[in-house]
């Protein structure tokens, strides 16, 4: 496999391109066997696309910046912080930790990850599998 997705861009599209539909950024990115788990909840491909346009409906802008990422044939590995600006202006940063399986054509199959909020209110500390 010497092309795949990675985290930055993914979530560039997911949340940050609005030329792009959401099931458009979740098809460039994620295959359709596609299953994430984030702070222990297991979310399939459906339930991962309403996520993001929850998360679409709230946010204004945002970056991604990658820390350390790490691919290796099928499996990906990165730690990365995203900074959001939601609607009403307040910020919210989180720190994610994501080990990843990437299918045959180079999109996520499965992502497990965890998430510690640097900065923000406690009501956005779900903002990683708000729905």
């Known amino acids: 496999m010497s092309r795949h997705t990675a985290i930055a861009p993914a979530l560039t599209d ?11 950024a979740v098809d460039r990115h ?5 299953r994430q788990r984030t702070d ?7 339930e991962f696309a309403a996520h993001i346009a929850h ?10 910046e990658v820390h350390d990422e790490l691919a290796d ?4 590995a990165d730690r990365h912080t ?6 009403d202006g307040s910020v919210v940063r989180t720190e994610v930790y994501v080990f990843a399986r990437l299918a045959a054509d180079g999109r ?12 923000g209110s406690e009501a956005d500390r779900d ?5």
């Open 40 to 46: 222990g909840a297991w979310a399939n491909r459906a």
């Open 30 to 34: 994620f295959s359709p066997e596609y």
């Open 73 to 76: 044939g099928d499996r990906y």
């Open 55 to 64: 998360l679409r409906e709230l946010i204004a802008e945002g970056e991604v």
């Open 82 to 87: 995203v900074r959001v600006v939601k609607k």
């Open 108 to 119: 996520f199959l499965t992502i497990e990850e965890t998430t510690l909020m640097l900065e």
């Open 127 to 131: 903002l990683g599998s708000a729905r």
């Open 14 to 24: 997911l949340l940050f391109n609005r030329e792009l539909s959401v099931e458009e």
